[in-house]
T-cell receptor, first 114, second 114 residues
Framework: NAGVTQTPKFQVLKTGQSMTLQCAQD?????MSWYRQDPGMGLRLIHY???????DQGEVPNGYNVSRSTTEDFPLRLLSAAPSQTSVYFC?????????????FGPGTRLTVL | AQSVTQLGSHVSVSEGALVLLRCNYS??????LFWYVQYPNQGLQLLLK??????LVKGINGFEAEFKKSETSFHLTKPSAHMSDAAEYFC????????????FGSGTRPLVRP
């Protein structure tokens, strides 16, 4: 199993450009989440999905869109990039259900918006 | 809303000495609690978790943490620091039944001195 994969690893955008960060998992996990990591602030939840076709907002959703058409994929879209979106983005997945199941994290995408 | 506090972004420790990383949470109902480790330019890896079984939890790499409800704490310890422990450590919480929504502390990095 490849686990959770993210592409690209690095990206530089200009203000106003759009792009999609890709995330895929091959563990048949029901739950998937996107976080951003900023210095001194830990990770903050952007959006999450509890299954194909179901998404919801996390703590910092503004400026980002998501969709989940398949169990495996959970792309994150930046419609009009802003310098405040410069960050490291992590995708995570976990099994569904009521009991706790570990979140597995991808290697991250480092995004710079100029 | 849930919150997690990690006191001190850096902790200085001598090699072979006790490592203590502090974590306090705010919740009236005991949540699930976790410690993650992040090595440079990598994703997050689960060190250990508390999900209401034993209050003293042992994890990987010789780390352990104790859940203290009266103090709303979940401090991470390791009896003997090693140079390889140099990484960033994050405490996180989630509500029961919401494993896709982790709330992270700001992180603590032990500075291991030879």
């Amino acid at each position: 199993n490849a686990g959770v994969t993210q592409t690209p690893k690095f990206q530089v955008l200009k203000t106003g450009q759009s792009m999609t960060l890709q995330c895929a998992q091959d563990m048949n996990h029901e739950y998937m989440s996107w976080y951003r990591q900023d210095p001194g602030m830990g990770l903050r939840l952007i959006h999450y999905s509890v299954g194909a076709g179901i998404t919801d907002q996390g703590e910092v959703p503004n400026g980002y869109n998501v969709s989940r058409s398949t169990t495996e994929d959970f792309p994150l879209r930046l419609l009009s990039a802003a310098p405040s979106q410069t960050s490291v983005y992590f995708c995570a997945s976990s099994l569904g259900g009521n009991s706790y199941n570990e979140q597995f994290f991808g290697p991250g995408t480092r995004l710079t918006v100029l | 809303a849930q919150s997690v506090t990690q006191l001190g972004s850096h902790v200085s420790v001598s090699e072979g000495a006790l490592v203590l990383l502090r974590c306090n949470y705010s919740s009236s109902v005991p949540p699930y609690l976790f410690w993650y480790v992040q090595y440079p330019n990598q994703g997050l890896q689960l060190l250990l978790k508390y999900t209401s079984a034993a209050t003293l939890v042992k994890g990987i790499n010789g780390f352990e943490a104790e859940f203290k409800k009266s103090e709303t704490s979940f401090h991470l310890t390791k009896p003997s620091a090693h140079m390889s422990d140099a990484a960033e450590y994050f405490c996180a919480v989630s509500d029961r039944g919401s494993s896709y929504k982790l709330i992270f502390g700001s992180g603590t990095r032990p500075l291991v001195r030879p």
